[in-house]
């Protein structure tokens, strides 16, 4: 019995710090400015990009507006929910 405890604390105890060594941080040093330099190399390589674009398509005005209303209202505060009494009387279901 006590054995396997000491192994069980011994390969808890061992994940634990494998887990605690995982250097992901190492790879978002690496990363950082890319966006800002994918960015600068497209604009390079393309600088006329934007002229001519297309116009965006898709949501009418109405809905587009209800939408933006829709979202507004989301930070406005909630009323309180009216409380609920459930009454069980007895065995239910089937």
Request: charged share 20%.
């Amino acid at each position: 019995m006590n054995k396997p405890m000491i192994t069980a604390a011994l390969l808890t105890g061992t994940l634990f710090l494998c887990a605690c060594a995982n250097p992901r941080y190492v790879q978002l040093d690496n990363d950082r400015g890319r966006c800002y330099e994918i960015a600068r190399f497209n604009q390079i390589i393309n600088p006329e990009a934007g002229i001519g674009a297309m116009p965006v398509e898709g949501i009418d005005g109405q809905a587009g507006e209800v939408t933006y209303k829709n979202y507004q209202d989301g930070f406005k505060e909630k009323p309180p929910p009216t409380p609920v009494f459930n009454l069980n009387l007895g065995p239910g279901g089937s």
